[in-house]
């Protein structure tokens, strides 16, 4: 590994440590020979991204960073920490890449992933998601999204 600062073109590994869920990852603390200083360098397994499988049929690699987008904007101005997005969004790629069959994964089971994090957390942030990606056409499909969490509300 080249020397961030230098430029020497061989570094030593001082120490490593595992890190992310499931021990995904190895985060190395470097030091260079030449100029001593000390930086830290992360691996990470590499995977193939899946495609996702957009509703007009075309495809398109899975992007985490979308949904990071689409739960920050879900969550606007409600009381969830950013560590919990975070791990939720570590969760549903984690989903995402132990489902996409030969693959592959609909744009429809990425919104399912992210409405059954929402609904754990907070379900106003659920209804802005599930209004959006569910495209409604009337009150009455918004109503029957929203009658089991009456319910709910109701029993507790």
Partial sequence: MTCPFCQHPSTRVVDSRVTGPQGGGIRRRRECPECERRFSTLERIEQRMP??????????????????????????KR?????????????????VFSEADKGEISTHRVGEFVLSELLS????????????????????????????????????
């Fill in 51 to 76: 495609q996702v499988v957009k509703k007009d049929g075309r495809r398109e690699t899975f992007d985490v960073n979308k949904v990071l987008q689409g739960l920050q904007v879900a969550l606007r």
């Fill in 79 to 95: 009381p969830v920490s950013s560590v919990w997005v975070q791990s939720a969004v570590q969760r549903i790629e984690q989903c």
């Fill in 121 to 156: 957390v907070d379900r106003v942030a659920f209804l802005r998601f599930a209004s959006v990606y569910q495209e409604f056409n009337s009150a009455e499909e918004f109503m029957e999204l929203i009658q089991p969490l009456l319910t709910l509300d109701s029993e507790e």
